[in-house]
């Protein structure tokens, strides 16, 4: 495949035997993106303007939190403000206007300003630059994966053994291979990724349930085994990677 670039870094996600390779390639586009938005970028005026227009979500903003230099954040954070607070001007002088007319007035035009004027606010609350970028580039490596998985038979085994997907990344897997597969094919990948997926949801569930009998006092003695850190790979099963403190 010629794609070298999007194909070394499925197959690294494929080799890493986690829960979710997509998780794991979306934790490594998350961490770049993170060391970018406060080195790089920070010389980079077409990034600084779109992070100054569309920002960062709650997720993002944590990590970027985390990170030790907080002085980039705060320049970061200190141009996005002067853009929050244009749209929130215009809020404002919305709602001042509002007060001072008649109020039936604007109902009636159905064009109330004030929630016309937020819009921009909501907008800005929704949009994330680094959420944008991994989304774009998952949407790439979905689509390497279906030309992996098709022409590459080493590819296709390491699917075959792989621990399946979060329920997520499954949904999203069926989407592609919708979109990417010609009929035949799309039979026999979803086939394929189904069965794998309840065996794995099983494994995992199975693991979420030994370790409730953990706690019943007659299994108090007995070892440990996989159900130590079924929890864990319970809620990224379930639900996707998630941050863990000690990490
Ligand atoms: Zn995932
Ligand atoms: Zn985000």
């Given at each position: 495949m010629?794609e070298?670039?999007?194909?070394?870094p499925?197959?690294?996600?494929?080799?890493?035997?986690?829960?979710c390779?997509f998780?794991?390639?979306?934790k490594?586009?998350e961490?770049?993106?993170?060391?970018?938005?406060?080195?790089?970028?920070?010389?980079e005026p077409?990034?600084?303007?779109?992070?100054?227009?569309?920002g960062?979500?709650?997720?993002h903003?944590?990590?970027?939190f985390k990170k030790?230099?907080?002085?980039?954040l705060a320049?970061v954070?200190?141009?996005h403000f002067?853009?929050?607070?244009k749209?929130?001007s215009?809020?404002?002088k919305?709602?001042?206007q509002?007060a001072d007319?008649?109020h039936?007035f604007?109902k009636r035009?159905k064009?109330?300003?004030?929630q016309?004027?937020k819009?921009?606010?909501d907008?800005?609350?929704?949009s994330c630059?680094?959420?944008?970028k991994?989304d774009?580039?998952i949407e790439?490596?979905?689509r390497?994966f279906?030309?992996?998985w098709e022409?590459?038979?080493?590819f296709r085994?390491?699917v075959?053994?792989?621990?399946?997907?979060?329920?997520?990344?499954?949904?999203?897997l069926?989407?592609?291979?919708?979109?990417?597969?010609?009929s035949?094919?799309?039979a026999?990948?979803?086939?394929m990724?189904c069965?794998?997926?309840?065996?794995?949801?099983?494994r995992?569930?199975?693991?979420?349930?030994n370790f409730?009998?953990?706690?019943?006092?007659?299994?108090?003695?007995?070892?440990?085994?996989t159900e130590k850190d079924g929890p864990?790979r319970g809620?990224e099963?379930?639900a996707?990677?998630i941050?863990?403190?000690n990490?």
């Amino acid at each position: 495949m010629k794609e070298t670039i999007y194909t070394i870094p499925v197959n690294e996600a494929f080799d890493d035997l986690s829960e979710c390779p997509f998780c794991y390639m979306v934790k490594k586009l998350e961490d770049e993106g993170v060391e970018y938005a406060l080195g790089a970028a920070m010389m980079e005026p077409d990034y600084r303007v779109l992070s100054n227009e569309k920002g960062y979500c709650n997720k993002h903003f944590g990590m970027l939190f985390k990170k030790p230099n907080k002085l980039s954040l705060a320049l970061v954070m200190d141009t996005h403000f002067d853009e929050l607070r244009k749209k929130l001007s215009e809020v404002s002088k919305s709602s001042r206007q509002y007060a001072d007319t008649k109020h039936g007035f604007f109902k009636r035009e159905k064009q109330d300003p004030i929630q016309n004027a937020k819009k921009s606010i909501d907008q800005c609350n929704r949009s994330c630059i680094i959420c944008e970028k991994v989304d774009d580039t998952i949407e790439r490596y979905i689509r390497v994966f279906f030309g992996l998985w098709e022409n590459d038979n080493e590819f296709r085994r390491k699917v075959e053994t792989s621990k399946g997907f979060c329920l997520p990344h499954f949904s999203k897997l069926l989407d592609g291979a919708k979109k990417y597969l010609g009929s035949s094919k799309y039979a026999e990948f979803c086939k394929m990724i189904c069965e794998k997926e309840e065996a794995e949801l099983e494994r995992v569930h199975n693991d979420v349930h030994n370790f409730t009998l953990k706690f019943d006092y007659r299994n108090h003695s007995s070892k440990w085994g996989t159900e130590k850190d079924g929890p864990v790979r319970g809620v990224e099963k379930i639900a996707g990677y998630i941050i863990k403190d000690n990490k």
